[in-house]
């Protein structure tokens, strides 16, 4: 690796740490990259899964004051982030990569309908739990949010762009809760997602360790630049955010 392709992946890594503090889809920074430096494609998302580890930490820090009063869902949620996110770093090494591909833009798709309908539905939600008498057991989400996240978790450990937009629709929808708060929990999941599937990997798998270090100290950094941004996002500016970086992302699975 020359000093311009490090220089190139250590700036991919910032922009990756950023993007997924306040978003996701940090990946689409960093993938492209390494497979323009030249390496393989497993090896990349690999590689690239394992530095984005510590950005996604450092954003979760940043987002403490957030997830205050969170900690049940954090277990609950992080457990099933957890089975998720191994059963997707196995099927990385199981399938081929192109398993994935049709479906995938049409996840993204759908998720940033919910995040754009998110407040309306949240409403008629609400509405019809206090009509059945179900506010409190909704606190959580039920089960329909716990097989969302295991979903979600599960293409978070095999790939994982826009894993972050998939969790701010489903969180944003079936949560009552502030979407910073739900951000907030978003960048705890992904720790436990891209750590199961780092930790897998390093055993499992090849890395080039050379760049999933330089991401990992660009996404450090990052991470702390997300969530100084993002919390200062109104929630009508992070919901547009989030479409134009879902937007994005299918774009370039469709053109890939």
Same mark, same amino acid.
């Given at each position: 690796?020359?000093?311009?392709?490090?220089?190139?992946?250590?700036?991919?890594?910032?922009?990756?740490?950023?993007?997924?503090?306040?978003?996701?889809?940090?990946?689409?920074?960093?993938?492209?990259?390494?497979?323009?430096?030249?390496?393989?494609?497993?090896?990349?998302?690999?590689?690239?899964?394992?530095?984005?580890?510590?950005?996604?930490?450092?954003?979760?820090?940043?987002?403490?004051?957030?997830?205050?009063?969170?900690?049940?869902?954090?277990?609950?949620?992080?457990?099933? =982030? &957890?089975?998720?996110? +191994?059963?997707?770093? @196995?099927?990385?090494? /199981?399938?081929?990569?192109?398993? #994935?591909? %049709?479906? *995938?833009?049409?996840?993204?798709?759908?998720?940033?309908?919910?995040?754009?309908?998110?407040?309306?539905?949240?409403?008629?939600?609400?509405?019809?739990?206090?009509?059945?008498?179900?506010?409190?057991?909704?606190?959580?989400?039920?089960?329909?949010?716990?097989?969302?996240?295991?979903?979600?978790?599960?293409?978070?450990?095999?790939?994982?762009?826009?894993?972050?937009?998939?969790?701010?629709?489903?969180?944003?929808?079936?949560?009552?809760?502030?979407?910073?708060?739900?951000? =907030? &929990?978003?960048?705890? +999941?992904?720790?436990? @997602?891209?750590?199961? /599937?780092?930790?897998?990997?390093? #055993?499992? %798998?090849? *890395?080039?360790?050379?760049?999933?270090?330089?991401?990992?100290?660009?996404?450090?950094?990052?991470?702390?630049?997300?969530?100084?941004?993002?919390?200062?996002?109104?929630?009508?500016?992070?919901?547009?955010?989030?479409?134009?970086?879902?937007?994005?992302?299918?774009?370039?699975?469709?053109?890939?």
């Amino acid at each position: 690796m020359s000093i311009w392709e490090a220089l190139a992946v250590l700036a991919a890594g910032v922009g990756a740490g950023t993007i997924n503090t306040i978003v996701g889809s940090g990946t689409l920074f960093t993938f492209p990259v390494l497979l323009g430096i030249g390496l393989p494609p497993v090896t990349a998302n690999v590689s690239n899964t394992l530095g984005l580890v510590t950005g996604n930490i450092s954003g979760a820090i940043g987002y403490r004051r957030e997830l205050s009063g969170q900690g049940r869902r954090v277990v609950r949620f992080g457990i099933t =982030a &957890l089975i998720g996110g +191994l059963t997707g770093a @196995v099927l990385l090494l /199981a399938l081929p990569s192109r398993a #994935f591909d %049709a479906i *995938v833009p049409v996840l993204i798709g759908l998720a940033l309908v919910l995040v754009v309908l998110q407040p309306r539905l949240a409403r008629a939600l609400a509405r019809r739990r206090e009509r059945n008498g179900t506010t409190d057991e909704a606190t959580d989400g039920g089960l329909a949010l716990l097989v969302g996240l295991l979903l979600a978790s599960a293409y978070g450990g095999y790939f994982g762009a826009a894993q972050g937009v998939l969790y701010l629709s489903l969180m944003g929808l079936l949560l009552r809760d502030d979407l910073q708060r739900v951000n =907030a &929990l978003k960048n705890v +999941l992904a720790v436990v @997602v891209n750590g199961v /599937a780092a930790l897998f990997f390093v #055993f499992a %798998a090849h *890395v080039d360790w050379t760049a999933a270090l330089l991401i990992a100290a660009g996404s450090t950094l990052g991470g702390q630049i997300g969530a100084r941004v993002g919390r200062r996002l109104p929630p009508t500016a992070l919901r547009g955010v989030i479409v134009v970086v879902g937007a994005v992302a299918i774009v370039e699975m469709l053109l890939k």
